[in-house]
T-cell receptor, first 112, second 111 residues
Framework: NAGVTQTPKFQVLKTGQSMTLQCAQD?????MYWYRQDPGMGLRLIYY???????DKGEVPNGYNVSRLNKREFSLRLESAAPSQTSVYFCASSEALQWEQYFGPGTRLTVT | TQLLEQSPQFLSIQEGENLTVYCNSS?????LQWYRQEPGEGPVLLVT?????EVKKLKRLTFQFGDARKDSSLHITAAQPGDTGLYLCAGGWSNDYKLSFGAGTTVTVRA
């Protein structure tokens, strides 16, 4: 089992460019999450999906959109990247009504 | 504003010493989790505590959930270089099972 996979691992964008971060899990989990991690800020929830077909905003959703493509895949899109979106992005998944979240290895995004 | 405050922010100790990391909040949580994160990787769960006053031990690591379910501590006995990493606490609520993370404590254990 690969667990949670994320692509790409690194990305550099110019201000105004768009991109999609991909996430897939092979654990048959219902819930999936997108976080960003900034120095001194911990992990902040951007969007989450409690089950296939549903998505909800987290703490910092502005500038992002998500798609729960199927049970396995949850993508995060930046329509017009800004330097403030420079961060490390983590995808996570969990079973329904369970506390433990399993994290991917992260995508380090730099916006210049 | 961080809902969960972790202290200290950085901790550097010699191999064999003991250390304690704290996680405090004014909010009551249904559960409190501790994760460890190594450079270039995602966080990995160490423990989940759900009962006020609960103490869990994982080898040399001892985790405690406060009686009022607002705070927690992580104690490491006889620290080893392999304990080096970023330790994150996360509080959750049973209405939606979302987590709120603290900013983390960076622990360095010198050989």
């Amino acid at each position: 089992n690969a667990g949670v996979t994320q692509t790409p691992k690194f990305q550099v964008l110019k201000t105004g460019q768009s991109m999609t971060l991909q996430c897939a899990q092979d654990m048959n989990h219902n819930s999936m999450y997108w976080y960003r991690q900034d120095p001194g800020m911990g992990l902040r929830l951007i969007y989450y999906s409690a089950s296939e077909g549903t998505t909800d905003k987290g703490e910092v959703p502005n500038g992002y959109n998500v798609s729960r493509l199927n049970k396995r895949e949850f993508s995060l899109r930046l329509e017009s990247a800004a330097p403030s979106q420079t961060s490390v992005y983590f995808c996570a998944s969990s079973e329904a009504l369970q506390w433990e979240q399993y994290f991917g290895p992260g995508t380090r995004l730099t916006v210049t | 504003t961080q809902l969960l405050e972790q202290s200290p922010q950085f901790l550097s100790i010699q191999e064999g010493e003991n250390l304690t990391v704290y996680c405090n909040s004014s909010s009551v949580f249904s559960s409190l989790q501790w994760y460890r994160q190594e450079p270039g990787e995602g966080p990995v769960l160490l423990v989940t505590v759900v009962t006020g006053g609960e103490v869990k031990k994982l080898k040399r690591l001892t985790f405690q959930f406060g009686d009022a379910r607002k705070d927690s501590s992580l104690h490491i006995t006889a620290a080893q270089p392999g304990d080096t990493g970023l330790y994150l606490c996360a509080g959750g609520w049973s209405n939606d099972y979302k987590l709120s993370f603290g900013a983390g404590t960076t622990v360095t254990v010198r050989a």
